[in-house]
Nanobody, 121 residues
């Protein structure tokens, strides 16, 4: 069983920056994609950014393009999200997601427990 743990959330003022990180434990064969999602109170969970482990291509939600940067550490198989110029509408619980091939030879999504990001106006 793979477990993901996020860190780096907190309270920041508008225009500030935060860096989220996601560490994992457990066994698997390979990771296909790493991603960050967020869920604001009363809203559905939405995709923020993804990065492919092969090739490193990235994709971002339009609302965060130019402000957020997703990156990965291949050696450690960790993923980070650098968030700059934060806005109150970025306030949400942020979740790390890995899509990977498990030791059971099945492709599954794994989620962290979430980390709160609050941007004050």
């Amino acid at each position: 069983q793979v477990q993901l743990v996020e860190s780096g959330g907190g309270l920041v003022q508008t225009g500030g920056s935060l860096r989220l990180s996601c560490a994992h434990s457990g066994s698997y064969f390979s990771i296909y994609t790493m991603a960050w999602y967020r869920q604001a109170q009363g809203k559905q969970r939405e995709l923020v950014a993804t990065i492919a482990t092969s090739g490193g291509s990235t994709n971002y939600a339009d609302s965060v393009k130019g402000r957020f940067t997703i990156s990965r550490d291949n050696a450690k198989n960790t993923v980070s999200l650098q968030m700059n110029n934060l806005k109150p509408e970025d306030t949400a619980v942020y979740y790390c997601n890995y899509r990977l091939l498990g030791i059971d030879r099945r492709i599954n999504d794994y989620w962290g427990q979430g980390t709160q990001v609050t941007v004050s106006s």
